[in-house]
């Protein structure tokens, strides 16, 4: 979950105009990149051969 922190944060390294979609895109990268982070702080992460199995399975 984001804090309030980061999010200001991220907001300050905007330029001064922005649209909607480009906050909303970066909101959604934030979540997804701290969800990895603890997912993989928690082991919750696949080895390279379980990934590479899974990758061949979207090609079949």
Same mark, same amino acid.
């Given at each position: 979950?984001? $804090? ?7 907001? %300050?390294?905007?330029?001064? %105009?922005? *649209? ?9 990268? =934030?979540?997804?990149? #701290? $969800?990895?982070?603890?997912? *993989?702080?928690?082991? %919750?992460?696949? *080895?390279?051969?379980? =990934? #590479?199995?899974?990758? %061949?399975?979207?090609?079949?």
């Amino acid at each position: 979950m984001l $804090t309030k922190t980061r999010l200001k944060e991220q907001i %300050e390294k905007f330029p001064e %105009e922005f *649209s909607i979609d480009e906050l909303i895109e970066n909101l959604i990268l =934030m979540d997804k990149i #701290e $969800t990895g982070n603890k997912q *993989s702080e928690n082991g %919750e992460v696949i *080895s390279e051969g379980e =990934m #590479e199995n899974e990758i %061949e399975k979207w090609f079949e």
